[in-house]
């Protein structure tokens, strides 16, 4: 069964302390690993799409990687604005498996 | 057309009685996609839509449960007799279909509903 899983789930760091966080995921037949940006009452907001492992994507403090079992989104000198839940979602098929999120908040 | 948009932003209705939620899609894509939100978790996949067929319904798509998209633009979704296990975010995304292109969706600000 597609099983995907975040880590952490709760992330606080003060302003300008760089990180990453975790997706891992079991799914057959990926066709793509999306990263999405949640602010509170909101919709996600697309951030990056990585179809292949060895793929990087960047934008500004942000940058997603890639491998076959796992995503990372790597926050660099981070900023109280960049506070949000963070979801990635593999997709099989033509519908999405989100994970749970990592909640981030940064300090300032 | 500035995005993906959603009416209303908040319901709240007693156990009981029938919903309805629109979704208008950014104006040239072609698919449209129903998600339910509940708190602490990502979004959960029900149904989508290619122009005006629905193609895939998620197994949590009740019969309770129903979606149209009658034109291929705007798309409504019913829940009737709401129960309290209901309460969610529902969430409309749209993309474009492209054969090589990302397909990435774009998310509406979401339905609040809550029942009593």
């Known amino acids: 069964e597609d099983q995907v899983t975040q880590s952490p789930e709760a992330l606080r760091l003060q302003e300008g302390e760089s990180s990453s966080l975790n997706c891992s995921y079991t799914?057959?037949?990926?066709?793509?690993l999306f990263w999405y940006r949640q602010d509170p009452g909101k919709g996600p907001e697309f951030l990056f799409t990585l179809y292949s492992a060895g793929e990087e994507k960047e934008k500004e403090r942000l940058k997603a990687t890639l491998t076959k079992k796992e995503s990372f989104l790597h926050i660099t000198a981070p900023k109280p604005e960049d506070s949000a839940t963070y979801l990635c979602a593999p997709r099989r098929g033509n519908d999405m498996r989100f994970g749970a999120g990592t909640r981030l908040t940064v300090k300032p | 057309d500035t995005g993906v948009s959603q009416d209303p932003r908040h319901k709240i209705t007693k156990r009981g009685q029938n919903v309805t939620f629109r979704c208008d899609p950014i104006?040239?894509?072609?698919?449209l996609y129903w998600y339910r939100q509940t708190l602490g978790q990502g979004p959960e996949f029900l149904t989508y839509?290619?122009?005006?067929?629905?193609?895939?319904k998620s197994r949590l798509l009740s019969d309770r449960f129903s979606a149209e998209r009658p034109k291929g633009s705007f798309s409504t979704l019913e829940i009737q007799r709401t129960e309290q296990g209901d309460s969610a975010m529902y969430l409309c995304a749209s993309s474009l279909r492209l054969a090589g292109a990302n397909n990435e969706q774009f998310f509406g600000p979401g339905t609040r509903l809550t029942v009593l």
């Open positions: 799914v057959s037949g990926l066709r793509g």
């Open positions: 104006s040239e894509h072609n698919r």
């Open positions: 839509f290619q122009n005006e067929a629905q193609l895939e």
